[in-house]
């Protein structure tokens, strides 16, 4: 059976995965990040970039690859305080894009969560496993994005195919 969805790989993205209080790292960071998400597993953007709270003390920032090089000279992960982390990760995720009608379905084969609007709203983002791998799942207009590490690229291609059927 065929499912009415579209899949697509997306370009590299700039990628920041940030830990510690999220206090010190809006100190630190000044304006240059989007607003800290209030519940987890929920991101805020700003236009520029996206900021997804993703469990505690952890978060992940996500914007255009043209960025990376402004965000990485406003975040100074080289020099920032000992209390947190900042490190790119742009290179360690590839990012597919499923859309259409029956996205939600082609997410529940892949994956445990529960993908219901009510559950999973248009800002949720969380980590879970998606056929047996790591995946970060990210409500988007229209279906999801789903990320997982770049090593695994074709093997989700294919188990996202199979899927699709």
Same mark, same amino acid.
């Given at each position: *059976?065929?499912? +009415?969805?579209?899949?697509?790989? !997306?370009?590299?993205?700039?990628l920041? +995965?940030?830990?510690?209080?999220? $206090?010190?790292? =809006? @100190?630190?960071?000044?304006?240059? #990040? ?8 929920t ?8 900021l *997804? ?7 992940? !920032?996500r ?5 990376? +090089?402004?965000?990485? /000279?406003? #975040?100074?992960? %080289?020099? /920032? ?5 900042? %490190? =790119?990760?742009? @290179?360690?995720? /590839?990012?597919? =894009? ?15 969560? @529960? !993908? ?6 248009? @800002?949720?983002?969380?980590? $879970? ?7 970060? %799942? ?8 789903? /990320?997982? +590490? =770049?090593?695994? !690229?074709?093997? *989700?291609?294919?188990? #996202? ?5």
């Amino acid at each position: *059976m065929s499912h +009415d969805v579209t899949i697509t790989p !997306l370009e590299t993205q700039a990628l920041f +995965d940030l830990r510690g209080p999220a $206090t010190v790292l =809006r @100190d630190w960071a000044g304006d240059s #990040l989007p607003a800290f998400p209030q519940r987890p597993n929920t991101g805020s953007s700003n236009g520029r970039a996206t900021l *997804m709270f993703l469990g505690p003390d952890h978060w992940i !920032l996500r914007a255009d690859l043209a960025r990376e +090089d402004a965000f990485e /000279a406003a #975040l100074r992960p %080289v020099a /920032a305080p000992p209390e947190i982390s900042i %490190v =790119r990760i742009s @290179d360690t995720l /590839a990012f597919f =894009r499923i859309i259409g009608p029956e996205a939600g379905e082609i997410l529940s084969i892949a994956c445990p969560l @529960d !993908l219901h609007p009510r559950c999973f709203g248009h @800002d949720a983002a969380s980590f $879970t496993a998606a056929f047996g791998i790591k995946a970060l %799942v990210i409500r988007c207009e229209g279906g999801f994005e789903l /990320a997982v +590490d =770049r090593s695994y !690229l074709p093997m *989700m291609t294919e188990c #996202l195919t199979a899927a699709a059927g």
